[in-house]
């Protein structure tokens, strides 16, 4: 049954459901789930993911040797062949410890030379212009923008994990198939105040984490119009202003957004904060949108995430870490929150959007405008989330 229309430009509607009252609103929206989340990397090769390319002559990273990675003073030829021994191989467990000193590498970089990591050193990216200076930075694929600052592609834009046609690339497989499958939803709601939702100067984003699980269809794709609870945890919860010109949604301002990371998808719960951010959304004909999110994200909330991991990742993405450590400092470009240097790295993400139902948390009204929610009452201990700096004990543990 249908009983109230909402309109996000000429192609999109929405009906919603009698079940749940619709909250107040003289205006009009539009709520998404993002069915598919991943880093905004312009694929510049034919075929493949390690082949070369016009973003990568050399293609990606090779696959590091495990025996020179764990060649050191204090460790003989015979004690390296026990610690990779297929039957009972203990890389994961000493992997890291590979340190002048015995440092662990993932919790010291630093502490080894730079391996050197292959960079992309193409002209074309995705993204936004951060530092408004158009005669700085990439131009997009199309032609259309020109200054856009993506250092984080340009940093690891040849990493086996991230590089690959879009919705294909090694790393992107495997996180979206943890989220499509219920580790997480990604909510986007998009409201305005003008009569004309594909013209209207005044619009409001609104991004936030819902732990309801989405529905696919009989093929695994994601199945529209089902109705998401909206989590009230702060760390995924953030607006941005803009406005609507032709049915394309361009934010007006740079805010911090604070999204769920898709990179730790299965790890942990992390927050993907995005200084200066901006967004760009793009209605489909089939009803669906699709969005890029930009912004400059703390370096270290990149190295921790994947260093949480050490050796696993190590083998699965075929990286040497610390070399992922040094492109993170050598491609820094923003020193954000009073930081002396630069400890933030332009970036940006895509996100394939499916229309949703959104109620509010307490599961009482249906959202049908942007803003955001205090957050719920404390969570009992043995329900609160591990912090960061426990898990990187642990890792230095291993």
Known sequence: MKTHLVAFGALLALAAPLSIPAAAHAGWSKAYVAEWFEPAFYYGAKTGIIEPGADCPAGTNK??????LLKTSYRTDEEIKVILDPEKSQKNRVGGIRGPNKENVYIQPWSVPDPGMPEMTGSLAYGFDLDNNPATGFSSPDGKYKGIDNAYYKAAGCWKAWRGPARNAHHAL??????????????VIISGDGSDPANDPNVTVGFYLSKD??????NGGITKDFTFKIDSDQ?????????TVNGVLE???????????VETAGFFPAQLLLYNGKVRIEPQADGKAFATVGGYRPINDYWTGWAASGTIHESTTHVNLPAYWYALQR???LAAAGAERKNAISTAYHMYLTPAFLIAPDAKSQVTTAKLYPPAPPATAE???????????GQAAR
């Open 213 to 218: 699980k989405m529905v696919k269809d009989a």
């Open 331 to 333: 491609n820094a470009d």
């Open 235 to 243: 760390r995924f919860q953030s607006l941005i202003k803009g406005k």
């Open 174 to 187: 495997y996180v979206n198939d943890g989220m499509r499958d219920g580790v997480m939803s990604v909510m």
């Open 63 to 68: 696959e590091p040797d495990w025996f020179d």
């Open 383 to 393: 329900a609160a989330p591990r912090p960061r700096a426990e898990l990187n004990a």
């Open 251 to 261: 934010s007006t301002e740079q805010a911090d957004l604070k999204l769920r990371d």
